[in-house]
């Protein structure tokens, strides 16, 4: 069998030492000169319609420097990839989650930023909301996206051999629903994004992701 350098040998992770000793650099670590705290306002509800943000106050706060709502982004769709190209970077008619990002806002310090999130007001309309993923796919289930039909965003069909065939020469043919456990990486950082421009156009980011153009 032939021998390998990496596969099969303990090795250390390439970023172990500096992430036991407090030497790595995340991205709260990073301080720049200027730099504003931004913070988002999400929907406390599952499914509502947005029927006026009203951001007057947090505006007027001291400190504040910018508050935009989805009527303030280019209103492109965006996702992992183009089939489920489905969200916008805020909402714009309606919450479809509780946490739904609704507003955004950047100020000087973290602490400003929180105070004008409690200083936007939304008038929401409750919607009849879907919570299991069986149920919203049955006739007449509230539609969550008006694009997607029983709220199935994309649709994926692969055909190999005879099915017909293998149950016929099956001894044993057995349907069941499984269910397990939530399952989630425990990464050292939350989520969080430092970005910087430049003069001449340019941006760099520090983010905590493993997809930063998306």
Not at 59 to 64: A, F
Request: glycine share 6%; with cysteine; aromatic share 8%.
């Amino acid at each position: 069998m032939e021998e390998l350098s990496v596969v099969g040998k303990p090795l250390p992770r390439v970023d172990a030492k500096e992430k036991a000793t407090g030497g790595a650099i995340f991205g709260v670590d990073i301080k720049l000169s200027g730099m504003l705290w931004g913070r988002i306002l999400r929907s406390p509800y599952p499914h509502a319609r947005i029927h006026n943000i009203d951001t007057t106050k947090a505006k007027k706060l001291p400190g504040v420097k910018a508050v935009i709502t989805g009527n303030d982004t280019p209103k492109v769709r965006y996702g992992i990839v183009p089939p489920f190209a489905d969200k916008f970077p805020l909402a714009i008619d309606k919450v479809r989650y509780i946490g739904d990002e609704v507003a955004a806002v950047a100020a000087i310090d973290e602490d400003i930023a929180e105070e004008a999130l409690d200083l936007i007001e939304v008038e929401y309309e409750e919607l009849p909301a879907v919570f299991n993923p069986f149920e919203a796919m049955k006739e007449g289930a509230p539609r969550i996206h008006d694009h997607a039909e029983k709220n199935i965003s994309v649709m994926a069909s692969f055909h190999l051999g005879d099915i017909e065939k293998g149950f016929k020469e099956s001894d044993l043919i057995m349907e069941e629903h499984f269910e397990t456990q939530y399952v989630c990486h425990s990464p050292l950082e939350t989520h969080t994004v430092v970005a910087d421009f430049s003069q001449s156009g340019d941006v760099t980011l520090w983010m905590s992701t493993q997809v930063p153009f998306y």
